[in-house]
């Protein structure tokens, strides 16, 4: 926040990317974000500067509010430019916290890497900027206006969003599960953007019960939480969830309404499991009954959609860490589902990751086969195995520790593969790097892989979401195909990778800290 807050800092950044865009002369540009502080402020300037910058038509959310997954339906819809989308993702919002801008493209999709590179080279000599000396617009109320020669739109920041999810999944088996009581939920929108979505979708359209969505009205600060939808901050719903009379689902978004997380009673769906039961479920929902075309997984994410996909006899790509991979991959028709271990998962209707649609996509497949969230992913398992998988995240280390552990691991790489640890041998040891089958780009130093012979893996990698240091996480998997061992606990499960993983990268020891700060 301090960095946006320097004075012409927000007017340079944006000037680079009009500048990057070349020219936008008549031209449709999208505009919204998840309500956190300066949100509204940077909506004026941006809109200010898109006039004088020649935009033909400029589509805003009501209220300054889009979902990113919203903004990308927006974008596609109405064949727009691109979008600028005001969000931090799930850091915390609040003057003493973050803020964030990215620039969506025509495909809906964040940026590429060239584009990127190109508007942080432009921003390094850049000289002016353009704004228009006018008074700031009503962002409150629908109807369309001139400004200049630009028309702006103020848009229901719902309709659009919400049209397309009716056309995905059948809402009218949801709504007469949800009215006759045979499933119940409850959605924390966590005080970010999806409250209004969830609201009108969930509560208004669907039937659900007045108040199944907590924590719904979007606040700047998102009412003091961090709004991350995980087990450690989202402790209300989960403790609904394992309290004495859940709802058949429990379900929570994060700051800009992409990632998601998925409980039943008494039960935690880790996103790697989730992306593999809907693969392996898409073919019973109206959206995806012809079958998916391929599926794609971040690389730290499990091997759980692996299985899957080879059952299935279609592709599974790996790629890096960051949504822009799957770009590529959706716009060639490779892959139809997509998804990260980091509580992100969608598919070709947009190109982000999509928290409600996941949402939405449990609930009608919880219509469908008439299960518990807890059935389903047990029968999943009895299927397919279990990945036993979690993630352990060091936060808030000063960055040089963090770049030296990662460092120290790269230099153990050539000495590990073919090495022993207990019952565990080391197959492949290396520093992930990623050829794109579309585009022919390479992605280089991706993460530290250790995989084993028998399929375990540890994987390390330095995070790019936080502001505050450096942190580390580390990413632990097992893979066990005898179901009478699938109800252990994942850290006593992992325990022994854990230790292993722990040992390797001196963690503990150079970072002072006694654990992770929080273990997914």
Not at 330 to 340: H, M, P, Q, Y
Not at 343 to 355: A, I, L, N, Q, Y
Request: hydrophobic share 40%.
């Amino acid at each position: 926040m301090k960095v946006f807050l320097q004075e012409n800092y927000l007017e340079n950044f944006v000037q680079s990317v009009f500048d990057t865009l070349g020219d936008v002369t008549g031209k449709t540009l999208v505009l919204g974000g998840d309500g956190r502080y300066l949100n509204r402020r940077a909506i004026q300037t941006i809109v200010k500067m898109s006039a004088a910058n020649g935009v033909g038509r400029l589509l805003v959310g009501q209220a300054g509010l889009l979902s990113t997954p919203a903004a990308s339906c927006v974008i596609r819809k109405y064949k727009a430019q691109g979008g600028f989308v005001l969000s931090a993702s799930h850091n915390p919002g609040g003057p003493e916290e973050d803020f964030g801008i990215k620039f969506n493209v025509a495909n809906g999709g964040p940026a590429p890497e060239s584009f990127t590179n190109a508007v942080h080279a432009r921003s390094r000599v850049i000289d002016q900027y353009k704004i228009a000396t006018v008074d700031d617009i009503d962002i409150d109320e629908l109807g369309e206006s001139r400004l200049g020669e630009m028309d702006v739109q103020i848009i229901d920041p719902v309709s659009d969003y919400a049209q397309l999810m009716a056309h995905l999944f059948d809402f009218n088996l949801v709504e007469s599960a949800l009215k006759s009581g045979a499933i119940s939920l409850c959605y924390d929108a966590m005080h970010a953007v999806t409250g209004p979505y969830a609201k009108r979708i969930l509560e208004e359209q669907l039937g659900a019960a007045i108040g199944s969505v907590i924590n719904g009205i979007p606040l700047e600060d998102f009412g003091g939480g961090h709004p991350d939808p995980n087990l450690t901050h989202a402790r209300e719903l989960a403790d609904l969830m394992f309290g004495a009379r859940p709802p058949t689902l429990g379900a929570a978004s994060d700051g800009d309404g992409d990632r998601n997380m998925i409980m039943g009673s008494h039960f935690f769906v880790t996103p790697s499991d989730s992306l593999a039961v809907l693969a392996a479920n898409a073919h019973l929902l109206p959206g995806y009954k012809d079958g998916l075309r391929g599926v794609a997984r971040s690389m730290p994410t499990s091997q759980a959609v692996d299985r899957v996909a080879d059952a299935m006899g279609i592709e599974c790509f790996e790629t890096p860490t960051g949504w822009k991979f799957f770009g590529n991959l959706l716009d060639a028709r490779k892959i139809t589902l997509c998804g990260e271990e980091s509580f992100g998962t969608s598919s070709d209707h947009v190109r982000e990751k999509d928290g409600l649609w996941a949402v939405l996509f449990w609930l009608n497949l919880i219509a469908v086969r008439k299960q518990s969230v807890a059935e389903i992913v047990r029968e999943h398992w009895r299927r397919f195995g279990r990945d036993y998988y979690s993630r352990h995240d060091y936060e808030g280390m000063p960055a040089e520790i963090g770049d030296g552990i990662i460092s120290r691991l790269r230099g153990q790489l050539p000495e590990l593969a073919g090495k022993t640890f207990g019952p565990y041998r080391v197959s492949v040891a290396d520093d992930f790097s990623y050829h794109d089958p579309v585009d022919g780009s390479v992605s280089e130093k991706q993460g530290i892989r250790i995989i084993f012979e028998n399929g375990a893996r540890i994987i390390f990698r330095l995070s790019g979401t936080g502001t505050d240091g450096a942190t580390l996480r580390i990413y632990l998997e097992r893979y066990e195909p005898d179901s009478a061992k699938h109800n252990q606990d994942p850290q006593e499960a992992l325990k022994d990778l854990i230790e292993l993983a722990e040992n390797l990268s001196e963690v503990k020891a150079r970072s002072g800290m006694s654990g992770p700060t929080v273990i997914t």
